[in-house]
C-alpha cells in the first residue's frame, strides 16, 4: 500500500528509470490568490482521474477576500496526491512544489519534501515580490534551496511570448500563466491535454481571442516540458491507472457528492427538496451545488438571513417537502433558536454544517472539527437530535441519503456534519446504481377522527415518530408550533407533568434511533487488543494510513471510524472496552473524546489538532507508536 511517508520519489532523480519508480506523487501547486491556482488543480485532477489514478485533493485558500498582491497572506496552493494504488489522503508532503512568487515559496517549502522537486517561475521573483515575501535574498540564487531539486525558468516571460501574436495588455497576458504552468504539469506526468482544451472551449464560447491565447499558454507549457526533457534535468513520469472495481467513475467534491445525495434521499422518498441557505464560507458550494439541480424537483431559496433560511426550510417541510438548510459554525450558532422549533414541532429536516476554524469569524477558509458539541448539545432546551459525520467527499453520499432516512423515519432534524476539507476536496466516485438504495417510506396522515380534533403528536408506538399530515388535508386541521403542546390532543399545555413526559418522550425517539443504525464494525485491525485509534469525519484517511504503517511494522492497533455521533452505536461502548488503550484524534481539543469518555467511561486520550490543516499520516504514527512505547 502506497503511504505518504515513503521515500522521495526517484522521478527527482534524473538517473533512475522508470521501473524504479514509486506509485504514487504529491504535486502542490501555490501562487497568489489571482493566479487561478485552484483552478490549475482542478484541470489537473480532472485529467488524473481520466488517467485512471486514485487521488485524492487538498485546495488551501487564503482568508482574506482578497489579500495584497505578492504577500504571505494571500498565498492559494491546491495539493494533489495521485497514484496507481489506493490513496487515502492528499498526501503528508508534497514532492513536487510549484511556486509561482516568492509568496508561494516561502508559505509552503517548509512541507516540501527533503530532495523534492521546487519549479519556481524566476521571472516573479522581482526585488518587490522578495521585499514582500521577506526574503534578504533571492533564494533561487543564494543556495538555501541546496537541500532540494529546484528548476526555475521565467514562466511570465515565456507566457508574454506564447500569447504575444494575440495582442493582449501584459496584465490579460500573463492571466495565462496557469495554462501554461498546467501544460507543463501535464506533459510531466504524461497527462492528455484534450480535456482541458476542451474546457477551454466550453469556458470561453464565443470569446476566441481569450480562448487562443490560453491554448496557446497551454501548448506552450507542454512543448517546453518536451524540450527540456531533452537538454536538462527535467523527465517524465508516468503512473500505471490504479487497479479499482468495474463500474461508471466521475471525480466529486464533497459539495457535489452531498447535494447528489441529498436529492437522491428526497427521490428515495418520492419527496420534492427544498433547500433554504445563506452564503457562508465553506457551505456556500453545497447551495451552488443543488441550484444547478432544479430538474429533480430541487427548489433553492437564497435568503436574506441564516433565520430566514432555516425558518423557510422548516415551512417546506411542514407543507410536505424534504426541508434542508446549510452553514458552517457562526451560521449554525444563528440558527440555533429555529433549531429547536423544529426539535419542538418534530419535522424533518437536514441540517448541514461545513466545519471551519473558529470561534467567530477564525479561519473561514480552514478546516476543523470544532462543531461537534455545537452539533449534540448546543442548543436552549433539551433538545435532543440526530448527529451523523460523512468521513470523505465520497463517503457525502451515502451520509447525505441517512440523514435524509433518519429525518423522515424519526420526524426530526437531523445534523449532518461535513468541513471545509470535505466540502472542497476531490477524489474519484464510483457512480452507484439506484438500486443499490432501499426506498425511504413516506406516509402522510390522511385518517379523519370520527369525533373530535386530530392529535398531530399521536405516535407511532414503535419509533415515537409523530405523524405528518399535509396542511389543507380536509377535516385534519392541526396546530403544531414552538410552544409545549399536550400529549394527549396536541393542544397548548405547558403544566409541569405534561412538559416533562413530552421532554422525555422527545429524547427516548432520539435515543432510540441506536436500534436502528448499523453497529459499529472495525475499519481496520482486530475487536480487541492493545490500542484503537477511534476517528469521525474526514480524519479517516490519515488514521487508516496511519493504522496501516504501524500494523505492518507489527504494532497491535487497530481503527474505528464513527459515522453516528448521536446517538452512539448501540455496540460501541462494548467495543471500545475491549481494548488497553483509546487514542482519539480529532481536529478540536478533545471534543469526541469528552464525548466517550461521559458514555462510556474509557480512558480516552486525545490527539488534537486546530491549526486549520488536516492530520499528516506521521503524526497519528508517532502518537501510536509513543501510547505502545
Known sequence: MATALDAAPLFLDPKASQADMPDHVVVRFAGDSGDGMQLTGGQFTIATALAGNDLATFPDFPAEIRAPQGTLFGVSAFQIHFG?????????????????????????????????????????????????????????????????????????????????????????????????TLGLALWMFGRPRKPVLDWLERKFGPNRLLRDANVAALNAGHAYGETAELSGPLKQFRLDPAKVAPGFYRTVTGAEALSLGLVAGAKLAGLPLFFGGYPITPASALLHALARLREYDVTTFQAEDEIAAICAAIGASYAGCLGVTSSSGPGIALKTEAIGLAVMTELPLVIVNSQRG?????????????????????????????????????????????????????????????????????????????????????????????????????????????????????????????????????????????????????????????????????????????????????????????????????????????????????????????????LVPEMNTGQLKTLLRDQYLVDAKPLSKVSGQPFRIAEIVAAIEGMLA
Open 84 to 180: 496507481s494504488s489506493r490513496i487515502d489522503t492528499a498526501g503528508d508532503m508534497p514532492d513536487v512544489l510549484v511556486a509561482m512568487n516568492p509568496a508561494a515559496l516561502k508559505v509552503n517549502l517548509p512541507d516540501l519534501r527533503k530532495g523534492g522537486l521546487i519549479i519556481a517561475d524566476a521571472g516573479a521573483f522581482s526585488e518587490r515580490n522578495l521585499m514582500k515575501a521577506g526574503y534578504p535574498t533571492n533564494p533561487l540564487e543564494d543556495g538555501s534551496l541546496a537541500p532540494y531539486q529546484l528548476l526555475a525558468f521565467d514562466i511570465s516571460r515565456m507566457t508574454l511570448e506564447a500569447v504575444k501574436e494575440f495582442g493582449l495588455g501584459n496584465k490579460d497576458a500573463l492571466r495565462c500563466k496557469n495554462m501554461w
Open 358 to 582: 473558529g470561534p467567530s469569524t477564525g479561519l473561514p477558509t480552514k478546516t476543523e472539527q470544532s462543531d461537534l458539541y455545537q452539533a449534540v448539545f448546543g442548543r436552549n432546551g433539551d433538545t435532543p437530535l440526530p448527529v451523523i459525520a460523512a468521513r470523505s467527499p465520497t463517503d457525502c453520499f451515502e451520509v447525505a441519503i441517512e440523514a435524509c432516512r433518519l429525518a423522515l423515519m424519526f420526524m426530526t432534524p437531523v445534523m449532518l456534519l461535513t468541513d471545509g476539507y470535505i466540502a472542497n476536496a476531490a477524489e474519484p466516485w464510483r457512480v452507484p446504481s439506484v438500486a443499490d438504495f432501499p426506498p425511504i417510506p413516506v406516509a402522510f396522515h390522511t385518517e379523519v377522527p370520527a369525533e373530535g380534533h386530530v392529535n398531530p403528536y399521536q405516535r407511532d408506538p414503535e419509533t415515537l415518530r409523530r405523524i405528518w399530515i399535509k396542511p389543507g388535508t380536509p377535516g385534519l386541521t392541526h396546530r403544531i408550533g414552538g410552544i409545549e403542546k399536550s400529549y394527549e390532543t396536541g393542544n397548548i399545555d405547558y403544566s409541569p407533568a405534561n412538559h416533562q413526559r413530552m421532554t422525555d418522550t422527545r429524547k427516548a425517539k432520539v435515543d432510540g434511533i441506536a436500534r436502528y443504525i448499523p453497529a459499529q464494525e472495525v475499519e481496520l485491525g482486530a475487536a480487541g487488543g492493545d490500542l484503537v485509534v477511534v476517528g469521525w469525519g474526514s480524519t479517516f484517511g490519515p488514521i487508516r494510513q496511519a493504522v496501516a504503517i504501524c500494523r505492518a511494522r507489527g504494532m497491535d492497533v487497530s481503527h474505528v471510524h464513527v459515522r453516528h455521533i448521536w446517538p452512539l452505536p448501540a455496540n460501541l461502548g462494548e467495543l471500545l472496552r475491549s481494548y488497553r488503550r483509546v
